[in-house]
Structures are given as C-alpha cells and as structure tokens.
Antibody, heavy 119, light 105 residues
C-alpha cells in the first residue's frame, strides 16, 4: 500500500511563499494511470483541490489558484512539491497530498500538514 | 457545485442511512465518496458512483446518475460515525461537497 507523507513549513508570513513536499513510499512514483495531487481544507470548510502533477511533470491547476501555484516532481527523490506564492490568511488550512487515479479520484492520502499564515 | 444534504444526520448504531449529493450540472458517473474522521486524511470509499474502493466493506454502497447521487450505509457501526464528502470529477476543476456529518443518536 503506497504511503504519502507531507513535510514543510507550518507557519508562513503573509505575502510570502508556502512550500510543501510529499514523499512517496511503498509504491512507484511513476505508476501507469496515476498522478499526484494536492488538496487543502481550510478550518470548517470543504476540501479544495489545488492541482495535480504526473511523473513527467504535466500539471493541472485549479483555476482559482493557478496564478499562485506551482507543482514539481522529483522522481529520483520520490517526491513531489507544492509552492503557493503571495499567501494570505485565507490560505491557512490543512494541506493533503494524494495519489490520483486517471486525474479523477484520490485513492491514497497523506496524513495532512497544518499550515498557518500569520505575521 | 456539489451540494450535500443534510449537513448533519443523527442515527443510531445498527440502523441504515442514506446520504445525498446533488450536482449543479450533469456529471454522468464521475462521482466519488470519502470518509473523514477528526480532521485526518480522507479515505476513498466509492468511485465511479458505485464501485467500492479496495478494502471497503459491502455495507457501503453508492448509486445515482446525472445530478443526483447517494451513499448508503446499510448497518452503522461505531466506526462509521464520521464526516462524508462527495466529489465530482467529470467537470474541471474537480470539486467536493460541503460534507455530511454522521453522529450517534
């Protein structure tokens, strides 16, 4: 069973850049039919999809965040990463990484990491 | 937009329950359901409207089409009291409902 683990800065100042990494273990980083995604959950809010990336770097972003988001993948390190620029308090959330089947549903998730945006 | 109802449902263990999810547009069979406990990682239950994910017991079932979808839990166990989300992946961007919380009556 594939395992995913998020890591990165838990506290980010407003206007700065949020950076998170997801490490994949017990499974391939380049499985056929799968990509890798980020989803977030603000306090008391529903899940919000951020974007997906596959093992060759093809990306899909939520239009609401596209201007501020960049995903990248490092197959050698078995990691994929999220950068979100110009953060505000509205970006405070639990950030989850996940494996995505056919860019559709999310079949394995990391435990999530809390990110707070505050000065 | 995916709209789930009700927001909270109080049910007794052993009873069955049906959670509803309505899409604002036809999403054909592009719907998945997830269970989330206490802010932990969501767990995939159902994809393709009615296909159970690996390891999900047969007490969970999904059905529906076009804009109306449902998740049924046939006999609630203590561990089933949690938050449930639907997701549509037919339209881009993929979106989630606001969730239905199942609580013990």
């Amino acid at each position: 069973q594939v395992q995913l683990q998020e890591s990165g800065s838990g506290l980010v100042k407003p206007s700065q850049t949020l950076s998170l990494t997801c490490t994949v273990s017990r499974g391939a980083i380049n499985p056929a039919g799968y990509s890798w995604g980020w989803i977030r959950q603000a306090p008391g809010k529903a899940l919000e999809w951020i974007g997906n990336i596959d093992h060759v770097g093809t990306t899909y972003y939520n239009p609401s965040l596209r201007s501020r988001v960049a995903l990248s993948v490092d197959t050698f390190r078995r990691q994929f990463s999220l950068r979100l620029t110009s953060v505000t308090a509205a970006d405070t959330a639990i950030y989850f990484c996940a494996r995505v089947k056919w860019d559709n549903w999310f079949d394995s998730w990391g435990h999530g990491t809390h990110v707070f945006v505050s000065s | 937009v995916m709209t789930q109802s009700p927001a909270t449902l109080s049910v007794s263990p052993g009873e069955g329950v049906t959670l509803s999810c309505r899409a604002s547009q036809d999403v054909t069979n592009g719907v998945a359901w997830y269970q989330q406990k206490h802010g932990r990682a969501p767990r995939l239950l159902i994809y393709g409207v009615s296909t159970r994910a690996t390891g999900i017991p047969a007490t969970f079932s999904g059905n529906g089409s076009a804009t109306e979808f449902a998740l049924t839990i046939s006999s609630l166990q203590t561990e089933d009291f949690a938050l449930y989300y639907c997701q549509q992946y037919k339209m881009r961007p993929t979106t989630f409902g606001q969730g239905t919380r199942l609580e013990i009556k």
